[in-house]
């Protein structure tokens, strides 16, 4: 049974491969990916933001680099690890402030990240910001929030009114954009539990899904109990999902994480195989996979993930000039893993001053 570092790493480690593999066949349509290459299974080299004409945009990026949403994923790990426990938005925003070079947005961060971070560098109240989003409903926080999961690793309680929080940085409360990012940190925080299952933790996701998104879910997972494996839920689910002609048509929170549950249904909470599953599917492949196979290395850490995709990864992090954040996973995880236990430590103390209240009472 993995321990809860292993969990945490497992989660960092397949998430951020998945975003490296997707990234290479993000927007192809299923069939296109068929084609080329039958299984899709490897980290290569690719290009994004080639038509943003910003010096670096279009750049040939080397086999394992990761991509826009593992660049919000390190931006809360690196407040949290220094923080060393919970995070608000105004903890995020200090680190949004002093770690991101705005040069980079259309580069490595996204266009959609770069109006938020422009508000609260002009002084909006970071709580505030995302009410000012463009895109209600984008997957963009929903994708990248694993490390709100982590740090309240077994409080999915705590973990969903810590998403409603940080998430304000990215979203406004309606919408739902938020609704399944309390879900989707829910499950992660579930994962984390030395007994938790696979059914355990879509039921705790479920939990704290509201009428619409709970439904939503369901017959995501009713599709996939109904395909024989990974590969053959494509077909159901593209018919579900095929949006296209508006900006990010394909990264909305409710198809990216209804996929992403599904898939790590599907696949058992294997990461290796969530992530070979999700980077088939098509349309938003990185957001899906990263969806997916966080949750799954959350549940079974991280001994299933190849070794060589690790390191693949850390050695594009080292040489990447444009990330906010070069720790390899490894270092990432034992951050997130001190911050845990630091938070740990805080929650005995204020049971202590509590029995002793309880007790100096009772003696009264």
């Known amino acids: 049974m993995p321990s809860l570092f ?7 480690a397949a998430s951020n491969i998945a975003s490296a593999m ?46 826009d949403g593992i660049e919000r994923q390190r931006l809360m790990c690196t407040a949290i690890i220094e ?21 980079y947005f259309g580069v490595q961060m996204e266009p959609c990240d770069e109006i ?34 982590l740090i309240n690793a077994c409080n999915p309680e705590q973990a969903v009114r810590d998403a409603w929080d940080v998430g304000r940085l990215y979203q406004p409360l309606h919408g739902y954009g938020l ?25 705790k996701a479920l939990e704290f899904a509201p009428a619409p998104v709970r439904r939503e879910i369901e017959e995501g997972l009713d599709m996939a109990a109904r395909s024989k494996d990974v ?20 990264s909305m929170a409710h198809e990216v994480v209804t996929k992403g549950l599904a898939i790590f249904y599907i696949t058992k909470g294997m990461p290796k195989d969530a992530i070979v599953g999700a980077v088939n599917f098509g349309r938003d492949t990185d957001c899906t996979a990263a969806v997916a ?23 594009a992090t080292l040489v990447n000039d444009y990330t906010v954040s070069r720790r390899t996973l490894r270092e990432t995880a034992q951050g997130i893993y001190e911050a845990v236990k630091a938070e740990m430590k805080k929650a005995r103390e204020w049971a202590e001053e509590i029995e002793r ?8």
Not at 6 to 12: A, F, R, V
Not at 126 to 148: E, M, Q, T
Not at 184 to 189: E, G, K, Q, S, T
Request: hydrophobic share 40%; aromatic share 10%; with cysteine.
């Open 6 to 12: 292993e969990k945490i790493y497992g989660c960092l």
């Open 22 to 67: 997707g990234a290479v066949v993000e927007g192809w349509e299923t069939d296109q990916i068929v084609q080329k290459y039958g299984v899709f299974q490897q980290l290569l080299p690719y290009s994004h933001y080639k038509n943003f004409g910003r010096p670096g945009s279009g750049r040939l990026r080397p086999a394992g680099t990761t991509e």
């Open 83 to 103: 923080k060393r426990g919970r995070i608000t938005a105004d903890d995020l925003a200090k680190v949004w402030l002093r770690d991101i070079n705005p040069d």
């Open 116 to 149: 938020l971070y422009n508000l609260v560098k002009a002084g909006i109240p970071p709580a505030d910001a995302g009410r000012y989003s463009n895109f209600l409903g984008i997957v963009s926080f929903a994708r990248s929030c694993h490390p709100i999961g």
């Open 179 to 203: 609704d399944w990012s309390a879900v989707y940190v829910a499950a992660i925080a579930e994962a984390l539990k030395q007994d938790a299952t696979v059914d355990s933790v879509i039921s």
């Open 231 to 250: 590969f053959a839920m494509r077909e159901p689910f593209n018919k579900r999902y095929s949006g296209r002609g508006t900006t990010y048509a394909m």
């Open 293 to 315: 196979s966080g949750l799954a290395g959350a549940l079974n850490g991280v001994s299933g993930i190849p070794e060589e995709w690790i390191r693949t990864v850390d050695e």
């Open 357 to 364: 209240g309880i007790i100096s009472g009772e003696s009264v």
